[in-house]
């Protein structure tokens, strides 16, 4: 079993700046893909950012340019930086452990961010 914590999260203007992060209980090394998705009210869950265990990474468009997925391997943790931040970024954001190309075995309880405009 691996367990995910997040924090993070929080109420900020448009155009600010937040760093969520996820604590694994395992060495994020030997799982393979770490993500980031988010939940809107009324809305589908949906894969923001994916790292895989050697590195790679991928984002949706939207948030392209603007979040950065990383990971300090030897804390077991996985940030979102997420910068220049829109309305529509507000949502709950749950960091996840899997495979590619959804991780999804594994689930944080989620951190809401909420942007004001």
């Known amino acids: 079993q691996v367990q995910l914590v997040e924090s993070g999260g929080g109420l900020v203007q448009a155009g600010g700046s937040l760093r969520l992060s996820c604590t694994v209980s395992r060495n994020i090394f030997s799982i393979n893909a770490m993500g980031w998705y988010r939940q809107a009210p009324g809305e589908q869950r949906e894969l923001v950012a994916s790292r895989t265990r050697f590195g790679a990474i991928n984002y949706i468009n939207s948030v392209k340019g603007r979040f950065t997925i990383s990971a300090d391997i030897g804390k077991d943790t996985v940030y979102l930086q997420m910068n220049s931040l829109k309305p529509e970024d507000t949502a709950v954001y749950y960091c996840?452990?899997?495979?590619?190309?959804?991780?999804?075995?594994?689930w944080g309880q989620g951190t809401q961010v909420t942007v004001s405009s």
């Open positions: 996840a452990a899997g495979d590619l190309p959804y991780p999804s075995e594994y």
